[in-house]
């Protein structure tokens, strides 16, 4: 791509053709996108999160789960359809039509659900004619039944033979689907969307997409004046009315193609570009695998089972895999070997001996004194006492440990590997003694520090042909014959190393310095990529390489080389999981082992396994290879997730596909570089990242219409984000026109642990024109529209609030969100001004930040969210209470209010304690989970957080905290009252009591639900204030 000219793939005009539909094009050219105007982000949410916990269930991660930074595709597809969607002048319709086409409304529920029966129905819904609904059997029972529901069928039995019986009741014939769907909708007149979308069971709309969707279009169609029948049929009809021709929709960062997948399902002409080849073959593997035909994906299936009968044959041929008895290796098992410094003996470095939970197995290490050695031998079907003591191995926290003759040996790997600290061009370098390995290494040598031995194998019993009942396996010591087999496919795959090399079969490649990278040859001596695999996986890999002779093939490969290496784990079992090896990128990261799991041959037919089936992709996709600042083609929305202080090193970790497949790739990917560029990542968070940020987006404005919009998502961090964003949008040439928050992250999410991150969507436009202003002004402009903001959202709580059909679903805002509306208030007044204080603030945008100096920016998006957080008030606590209260308190209070909603989202404390400056939130926690998150109740805090390092040191709300926790156990009030003045600031309880009162009170509202005890308490305490002699 080059970045000189702006070139767009052919359409049919429709400013000069009559659109068949009879839409008028151009109509709403310049109508604001729904998406700059609401986005039902709490409904949302709840999709999202029930995606990400789909796990391996999801539509793309058989394609590649090794990519982990996917952004949920109903959240891709939400985007797309409300960058599209026009917003009205009646807001609530808009939102009706939203969510139909998001398959968020009941009949939509209805259908996720699964039908609801007939007696069901009847039992709950005011069915006003059953006989136009359901048939009676038997029919003269009909007569005895009620004309009109709900009645419980029980109570109309009858006799048969002397036998009481209950009638049964099936749907008419001439009922249609929808119609079915639409009475049994009214059975979730009560329920909520949480309730119905979060339930065990319940489809995503995507798994359903051809049924979920048939009833909405007579409603979609009179809203919006469209004449649709499909999404397709939307999505062009709509493009025609904002661009004149169906829409195209690009993403200069696709990654593993989330994002044009879900606008291509959708109908739009779609361009995903990236600079990594493993991104782009992803990217191509959606469209043309997981969104091909059912006839196409039959082909392709067919081809993989092709594949896998020829590597069978080839490994059958060479016997490496079978015992000679009908039992075919499964899985092998391997660890590193060391020399004891102090012992001289010989050991197996295991982190744990458990082999298999499930079958009881364990690794005994039987010493061979004679030698300076152990044998392993197996136990299986081992006591619980003896499964126990087996799970402390000789690694333990850094050092191997053994005993030799009641004497214990304990040294530390970094000693055993010679670990030292060098200088090198001034700085210093961590160094060992390993020997790093030359091309033609495949095993370590005699003499290395480490060496890696096979101390168990997994065997399965080969099944006759046709016959698919689950075979047996057992685990087995390794024997002579074992040892043979390994020996056999050492020498094989020496001889031939270089053979497979030169065709591309194997890596040749050197292991290039990075920070996930050089771990590689700094802890085991790797300096080319096929030493992460050992022969018996080259060996394998190379076979499927080999008979890779089309790109899908090659996609597919690239799963075998995920769960084939010498960083697979192996994972001795858990509940509801068997022992099995796990993928190398289990964690994107290159982390070396001292055990881990080879996986045989037999796991090749794990490639011939389907995709699930999912709506085809309608809309033109095209791939591309390159840096986003080169993209050269015209598109009218652009979309992207942006590697935004990502802590994956995507650049670095997919050189290990790379190296498989950069030789000989399918002509598909013959055009792309297959090589990483790191140089031209987009990566980090400095001022070169921001530079590079804003070269890629400042070349997508170009190529985009002055109407045209963008999509931004980037990961909700800290505060210093918003700057660097408006920094960005304004180089960029782009203004900011909302922005919407939502949680995307689950309690497994990747990073940092429990510390949970939500979404931000950026909606950009193009910043024409050269607007001026000053600070001064600009300050009662940004409190005037963070006041407009809060006051629009919150009516529109009060809109779905007086709705009896939508008052289930609670507020479609939460406080968190109306928070969010700080932040997009600032930067929708900040970007849309080319000079503030006679400054071009695209060129102040590009200069370097200072560490410890707040800018411009910073100080003005300050501003905006406390102005924001000043209208966050919690029901039932008085303003001017409120403003007196420390950060924390006021963080505590606020959050108690969430937990008294049932909003327990670990995202809104961690957002919260950024709005209101609290230090360490942590510390006021009872449980960090990514949605059970939860306040210390007063039990809790029992005698914490009473110093003065604490945030809530000598605080009217820690004070009665303490307080309710005397009460509770039963202290005497005036004790209690005694101990609250002494808790406060001296001389402060008489002019505090008022404050305190109220913050009781408060509480024993807030909890009276969760903690009835600390509630009672809280009531006993306010009464003892306002009654106490003064």
């Known amino acids: 791509?080059?970045?000189?000219?702006?070139?767009?793939?052919?359409?049919?005009?429709?400013?000069?053709?009559?659109?068949?539909?009879?839409?008028?094009?151009?109509?709403?050219?310049?109508?604001?996108?729904?998406?700059?105007?609401?986005?039902?982000?709490?409904?949302?949410?709840?999709?999202?999160?029930?995606?990400?916990?789909?796990?391996?269930?999801?539509?793309?991660?058989?394609?590649?789960?090794?990519?982990?930074?996917?952004?949920?595709?109903?959240?891709?597809?939400?985007?797309?359809?409300?960058?599209?969607?026009?917003?009205?002048?009646?807001?609530?319709?808009?939102?009706?039509?939203?969510?139909?086409?998001?398959?968020?409304?009941?009949?939509?529920?209805?259908?996720?659900?699964?039908?609801?029966?007939?007696?069901?129905?009847?039992?709950?819904?005011?069915?006003?004619?059953?006989?136009?609904?359901?048939?009676?059997?038997?029919?003269?029972?009909?007569?005895?039944?009620?004309?009109?529901?709900?009645?419980?069928?029980?109570?109309?039995?009858?006799?048969?033979?002397?036998?009481?019986?209950?009638?049964?009741?099936?749907?008419?014939?001439?009922?249609?689907?929808?119609?079915?769907?639409?009475?049994?909708?009214?059975?979730?007149?009560?329920?909520?969307?949480?309730?119905?979308?979060?339930?065990?069971?319940?489809?995503?709309?995507?798994?359903?997409?051809?049924?979920?969707?048939?009833?909405?279009?007579?409603?979609?169609?009179?809203?919006?004046?469209?004449?649709?029948?499909?999404?397709?049929?939307?999505?062009?009809?709509?493009?025609?009315?904002?661009?004149?021709?169906?829409?195209?929709?690009?993403?200069?960062?696709?990654?593993?193609?989330?994002?044009?997948?879900?606008?291509?399902?959708?109908?739009?002409?779609?361009?995903?570009?990236?600079?990594?080849?493993?991104?782009?073959?992803?990217?191509?593997?959606?469209?043309?695998?997981?969104?091909?035909?059912?006839?196409?994906?039959?082909?392709?299936?067919?081809?993989?089972?092709?594949?896998?009968?020829?590597?069978?044959?080839?490994?059958?041929?060479?016997?490496?895999?079978?015992?000679?008895?009908?039992?075919?290796?499964?899985?092998?098992?391997?660890?590193?070997?060391?020399?004891?410094?102090s012992s001289g003996w010989k050991v197996p470095v295991l982190p744990t001996l458990v082999v298999s939970k499930g079958k009881s197995v364990y690794a005994k290490l039987v010493p061979v004194a004679a030698e300076k050695r152990y044998d392993i031998e197996l136990v299986c079907e081992a006591s619980a006492a003896e499964m126990k003591a087996a799970e402390q191995g000789t690694y333990r926290t850094g050092n191997v440990v053994h005993a030799v003759n009641g004497v214990e040996h304990v040294n530390s790997i970094a000693s055993i590997r010679g670990d030292y600290t060098d200088t090198d061009d001034g700085r210093k370098v961590k160094k060992n003694r390993l020997r790093l390995w030359g091309q033609s290494d495949v095993v370590f040598r005699d003499g290395d520090i480490f060496n890696e031995r096979l101390y168990a194998v997994q065997w399965i019993k080969e099944m006759p042909e046709g016959d698919s009942s689950r075979a047996p396996t057992q685990f087995r010591t390794v024997t002579k014959a074992d040892l043979a087999r390994e020996e056999k496919v050492t020498r094989y795959v020496q001889e031939h190393l270089a053979e497979w090399q030169d065709k591309g079969w194997v890596p040749d490649t050197r292991i290039e310095p990075g920070d996930e990278t050089e771990r590689l040859y700094r802890e085991r001596g790797w300096t080319y990529w096929h030493q992460l695999f050992n022969p018996r996986q080259l060996l394998v890999n190379s076979l499927i390489r080999k008979h890779s002779l089309n790109a899908s093939s090659c996609i597919f490969s690239?799963?075998?080389?995920?769960?084939?290496?010498?960083?697979?784990?192996?994972?001795?079992?858990?509940?509801?999981?068997?022992?099995?090896?796990?993928?190398?990128?289990?964690?994107?990261?290159?982390?070396?082992?001292?055990?881990?799991?080879?996986?045989?041959?037999?796991?090749?037919?794990?490639?011939?396994?389907?995709?699930?089936?999912?709506?085809?992709?309608?809309?033109?996709?095209?791939?591309?290879?390159?840096?986003?600042?080169?993209?050269?083609?015209?598109?009218?929305?652009?979309?992207?997730?942006?590697?935004?202080?990502?802590?994956?090193?995507?650049?670095?970790?997919?050189?290990?596909?790379?190296?498989?497949?950069?030789?000989?790739?399918?002509?598909?990917?013959?055009?792309?570089?297959?090589?990483?560029?790191?140089?031209?990542?987009?990566?980090?968070?400095?001022?070169?990242?921001?530079?590079?940020?804003?070269?890629?987006?400042?070349?997508?404005?170009?190529?985009m219409p002055d109407n045209g919009l963008q999509i931004l998502m980037f990961t909700h961090q800290d505060g210093s984000i918003w700057a660097d964003m408006a920094n960005i949008v304004w180089a960029s040439g782009l203004r900011v026109t909302a922005a919407w928050y939502l949680v995307t992250e689950t309690d497994s999410a990747l990073r940092e642990g429990s510390y949970v991150k939500g979404t931000i969507l950026l909606v950009l436009r193009k910043r024409l024109g050269a607007k001026r202003t000053n600070q001064t002004d600009l300050a009662y402009e940004l409190e005037d529209e963070v006041a407009d903001q809060i006051k629009r959202l919150t009516g529109m709580n009060d809109s779905m609030a007086a709705d009896s059909k939508r008052a289930k679903d609670g507020n479609l805002f939460e406080d968190a969100d109306l928070q969010m509306a700080g932040y997009a208030a600032a930067l929708k007044v900040l970007t849309k001004y080319s000079i503030i204080d006679g400054k071009d603030m695209a060129q102040e945008a590009l200069r370097p930040r200072v560490k410890g100096q707040n800018t411009l920016v910073e100080t003005l998006i300050e501003f905006a969210t406390d102005t924001a957080n000043r209208m966050l008030v919690p029901l039932g606590l008085e303003e001017s209470v409120w403003q007196d209260l420390e950060p924390a308190e006021r963080f505590y209070m606020k959050m108690l209010e969430q937990e008294s909603h049932g909003l327990n989202k670990l995202d809104n404390y961690q957002n919260f304690a950024k709005a209101f400056a609290v230090r360490d939130f942590s510390a006021l926690m009872a449980s960090e989970s990514a949605n059970k998150a939860a306040l210390k109740s007063a039990k809790d805090f029992g005698r914490a957080e009473m110093n003065q390092s604490s945030e809530l040191h000598q605080t009217p709300t820690r004070a009665v905290l303490y307080a309710l926790m005397d009460l509770q156990a039963d202290k005497d009030l005036d004790v209690v009252l005694k101990g609250l003045e002494q808790n406060l600031k001296v001389g402060a309880f008489y002019s505090s009591r008022n404050m305190l009162v109220t913050i009781a009170r408060f509480i024993a509202k807030k909890v009276d639900a969760m903690r009835p005890g600390e509630a009672s308490a809280a009531r006993v305490l306010a009464d003892g204030i306002e009654n106490q002699r003064l």
């Open 558 to 703: 690239t799963r075998s080389f995920d769960y084939a290496s010498r960083l697979c784990r192996w994972d001795s079992g858990h509940p509801g999981s068997s022992a099995q090896a796990m993928s190398t990128f289990t964690n994107q990261a290159l982390n070396t082992l001292f055990a881990y799991g080879c996986k045989s041959g037999y796991h090749t037919v794990e490639l011939t396994q389907s995709l699930k089936t999912f709506r085809p992709v309608s809309g033109v996709g095209q791939v591309l290879s390159g840096p986003a600042h080169e993209f050269n083609l015209r598109a009218d929305l652009f979309v992207s997730d942006p590697p935004y202080g990502d802590a994956v090193k995507y650049e670095e970790i997919l050189e290990y596909f790379i190296a498989w497949l950069r030789k000989n790739p399918p002509a598909e990917f013959s055009n792309w570089t297959w090589d990483s560029r790191r140089e031209l990542a987009v990566k980090g968070e400095d001022h070169d990242f921001r530079l590079g940020m804003v070269a890629a987006y400042k070349r997508m404005t170009e190529c």
């Open 1 to 341: 791509m080059t970045p000189t000219a702006v070139t767009a793939s052919p359409k049919v005009d429709y400013t000069t053709t009559p659109h068949p539909s009879g839409v008028q094009a151009l109509s709403l050219k310049d109508a604001p996108a729904l998406i700059e105007s609401l986005l039902p982000v709490q409904k949302l949410s709840i999709d999202v999160y029930k995606e990400r916990m789909a796990g391996s269930g999801q539509t793309l991660t058989a394609l590649g789960s090794y990519w982990k930074g996917r952004k949920p595709l109903v959240l891709n597809r939400a985007c797309v359809l409300a960058s599209l969607l026009p917003a009205t002048d009646d807001p609530i319709k808009d939102l009706e039509v939203f969510e139909l086409l998001m398959g968020m409304d009941d009949v939509s529920m209805s259908k996720r659900i699964g039908l609801a029966k007939p007696v069901e129905i009847v039992r709950h819904v005011p069915v006003h004619d059953i006989g136009a609904f359901f048939k009676v059997d038997p029919p003269e029972q009909a007569d005895v039944l009620p004309m009109q529901g709900p009645f419980d069928i029980n109570d109309y039995t009858y006799l048969k033979n002397g036998v009481e019986r209950v009638p049964r009741l099936s749907w008419q014939e001439g009922v249609s689907e929808d119609q079915k769907h639409e009475l049994a909708a009214k059975l979730f007149d009560s329920q909520s969307y949480k309730e119905l979308a979060g339930a065990r069971g319940t489809l995503r709309a995507e798994e359903i997409a051809d049924k979920v969707s048939t009833h909405i279009w007579r409603r979609v169609n009179a809203h919006l004046g469209t004449k649709a029948t499909s999404f397709p049929e939307l999505v062009e009809q709509l493009g025609v009315m904002r661009f004149g021709h169906r829409p195209t929709v690009a993403d200069t960062f696709s990654g593993s193609g989330q994002i044009p997948f879900a606008a291509a399902q959708l109908g739009c002409d779609v361009y995903a570009s990236d600079l990594n080849p493993v991104a782009c073959m992803l990217t191509w593997g959606a469209f043309n695998i997981v969104g091909a035909s059912a006839e196409k994906r039959k082909e392709i299936e067919t081809e993989q089972a092709e594949l896998v009968a020829n590597v069978k044959a080839e490994i059958d041929k060479l016997g490496i895999e079978s015992d000679g008895n009908g039992w075919r290796g499964k899985v092998y098992l391997y660890c590193l070997e060391v020399t004891c410094p």
